[in-house]
């Protein structure tokens, strides 16, 4: 898979390829055409995207030729050939329609684009890492599976495929896992930026990121396209830099204090925040803030990840961290005993992990967050928020 954003790649990176003789490998390959005219050809198209989905995605590249030793392919590219399409986008939204129908269950990544080079018509398809793996192709009374080991597609056997379907029931599995880590990081004061007191985690996580053994390659981010100071959770963001696990955006330069975003190399967010629950000493969280600034930050990650190009579905969830003994307060009432929920009982607070089904639900996305919010409620002692009243969930936009 080309290291660019979808959207950004262009006829420039395509000649780049080819001039610098770049390999097939097991996330990129090169065919000279693309055939459709008969259920032969088809299958074979969808074999093609099956396997990537099956594996560890990647980029098809049609309309180039590859060297050739032996008369056998190299993986090597020779050329731009190109294709002979009329309509480009009638072409792709055809493609695109075949996939979704030929390959069950349906993908959740793929993508078509046509790019008129110099020396003809290059069409690039990208198909996501899938976690509803295995993926079978389903057409014209063909039933198969197929993945890519290395270059080139494999037919997968009985024993690939009881694997394949076991490790996709162990996406919940790897999930609690991966948050256990951050949170026990974060219990220790071991995580990217130290923090004191009442804190929170707010992760967005991936379910193809959980559902791969390979481990993220190092990767540029094109921070020049991302609202900066407007990502963190209270504050605005005063400094950034790469680590370890990708790019870490702080509301401090000494990399210590209120606010942070960590945006890991796959794609996962992890928001990290005291500021919000320790603006107002001991006593209790202003549950109208609360909620107010996890929405803005859910609108905020929503829009982060479509510029990581991150594969649904992904993964929501809340962590309350050295919180026993506070409670929730309701509106302006904040100082007022009438007004705050029962104490915490515990120093950690676990939300479920909520999927998120709709992208275009709106403000304030409350089949996502709501079940996260009443969660919180109820480890506080009441039944549900304060804050949602006559079915109608009363938080404004900031």
Same mark, same amino acid.
């Given at each position: 898979?080309?290291?660019?954003?979808?959207?950004?790649?262009?006829?420039?990176?395509?000649?780049?390829?080819?001039?610098?003789?770049?390999?097939?490998?097991?996330?990129?390959?090169?065919?000279?055409?693309?055939?459709?005219?008969?259920?032969?050809?088809?299958?074979?198209?969808?074999?093609?995207?099956?396997?990537?989905?099956?594996?560890?995605?990647?980029?098809?590249?049609?309309?180039?030729?590859?060297?050739?030793?032996?008369?056998?392919?190299?993986?090597?590219?020779?050329?731009?050939?190109?294709?002979?399409?009329?309509?480009?986008?009638?072409?792709?939204?055809?493609?695109?329609? =075949?996939? #979704?129908?030929?390959?069950?269950?349906? +993908?959740? %990544?793929?993508?078509?684009? /046509?790019?008129?080079?110099? $020396?003809?018509?290059?069409?690039?398809?990208?198909?996501?890492?899938?976690?509803?793996?295995?993926?079978?192709?389903?057409?014209?009374?063909?039933?198969?599976?197929?993945?890519?080991?290395?270059?080139?597609?494999?037919?997968?056997?009985?024993?690939?495929?009881?694997?394949?379907?076991?490790?996709?029931?162990?996406?919940?599995?790897?999930?609690?896992?991966?948050?256990?880590?951050?949170?026990?990081?974060?219990?220790?004061?071991?995580?990217?930026?130290?923090?004191?007191?009442?804190?929170? =985690?707010? #992760?967005?996580?991936?379910?193809?990121? +959980?559902? %791969?053994?390979?481990?993220? /390659?190092?990767?540029?981010? $094109?921070?020049?396209?991302?609202?900066?100071?407007?990502?963190?959770?209270?504050?605005?963001?005063?400094?950034?830099?790469?680590?370890?696990?990708?790019?870490?955006?702080?509301?401090?330069?000494?990399?210590?204090?209120?606010?942070?975003?960590?945006?890991?190399?796959?794609?996962?967010?992890?928001?990290?925040?005291?500021?919000?629950?320790?603006?107002?000493?001991?006593?209790?969280?202003?549950?109208?803030?609360?909620?107010?600034?996890?929405?803005?930050?859910?609108?905020?990650?929503?829009? =982060?990840?479509?510029?990581?190009?991150?594969?649904?579905?992904?993964?929501?969830?809340?962590?309350?961290?050295?919180?026993?003994?506070?409670?929730?307060?309701?509106?302006?009432?904040?100082?007022?005993?009438?007004?705050?929920?029962?104490?915490?009982?515990?120093?950690?607070?676990?939300?479920?992990?909520?999927?998120?089904?709709?992208?275009?639900?709106?403000?304030?996305?409350?089949?996502?967050?709501?079940?996260?919010?009443?969660?919180?409620?109820?480890?506080?002692?009441?039944?549900?928020?304060?804050?949602?009243?006559?079915?109608?969930?009363?938080?404004?936009?900031?």
């Amino acid at each position: 898979m080309l290291p660019l954003r979808f959207e950004d790649i262009t006829p420039l990176h395509i000649l780049n390829l080819v001039t610098q003789k770049t390999s097939e490998r097991k996330t990129l390959e090169y065919k000279e055409a693309l055939l459709l005219d008969g259920k032969d050809a088809r299958a074979e198209f969808l074999s093609d995207v099956c396997s990537f989905a099956n594996a560890s995605g990647g980029d098809i590249l049609f309309g180039i030729s590859d060297e050739r030793e032996g008369g056998n392919a190299t993986g090597i590219p020779d050329k731009i050939v190109g294709l002979n399409i009329q309509n480009d986008s009638a072409y792709c939204a055809q493609l695109e329609q =075949l996939a #979704h129908e030929g390959i069950q269950p349906r +993908l959740p %990544t793929f993508l078509a684009k /046509m790019l008129d080079t110099r $020396d003809g018509k290059v069409l690039l398809i990208r198909v996501g890492k899938s976690w509803l793996a295995p993926h079978m192709v389903s057409y014209a009374n063909r039933t198969r599976f197929f993945s890519r080991n290395g270059v080139g597609k494999q037919q997968l056997d009985v024993q690939q495929i009881g694997a394949a379907f076991a490790s996709q029931r162990g996406v919940g599995e790897r999930l609690r896992t991966w948050k256990a880590d951050r949170i026990s990081k974060a219990v220790a004061n071991e995580g990217p930026v130290p923090m004191e007191g009442a804190r929170l =985690l707010f #992760h967005f996580i991936s379910a193809a990121a +959980l559902m %791969t053994d390979e481990q993220p /390659m190092p990767r540029r981010f $094109d921070t020049g396209k991302w609202p900066i100071h407007d990502l963190l959770m209270s504050l605005t963001s005063q400094f950034s830099r790469y680590n370890a696990d990708g790019l870490l955006m702080a509301s401090s330069k000494t990399m210590s204090g209120s606010s942070y975003l960590q945006v890991f190399r796959d794609g996962i967010l992890e928001y990290g925040d005291s500021e919000i629950l320790g603006a107002n000493g001991p006593g209790g969280f202003p549950s109208k803030t609360l909620e107010q600034k996890l929405v803005a930050t859910f609108k905020k990650a929503l829009t =982060l990840l479509k510029l990581l190009e991150v594969p649904s579905p992904i993964y929501v969830t809340l962590t309350l961290i050295g919180v026993r003994g506070r409670e929730l307060a309701t509106g302006y009432k904040l100082y007022n005993n009438n007004y705050l929920s029962r104490p915490f009982d515990r120093d950690v607070i676990l939300s479920p992990d909520v999927e998120v089904r709709n992208l275009e639900e709106g403000h304030p996305y409350p089949t996502t967050l709501l079940p996260i919010v009443n969660a919180m409620w109820q480890a506080a002692g009441e039944p549900a928020s304060e804050n949602f009243n006559e079915e109608k969930w009363t938080v404004r936009p900031e």
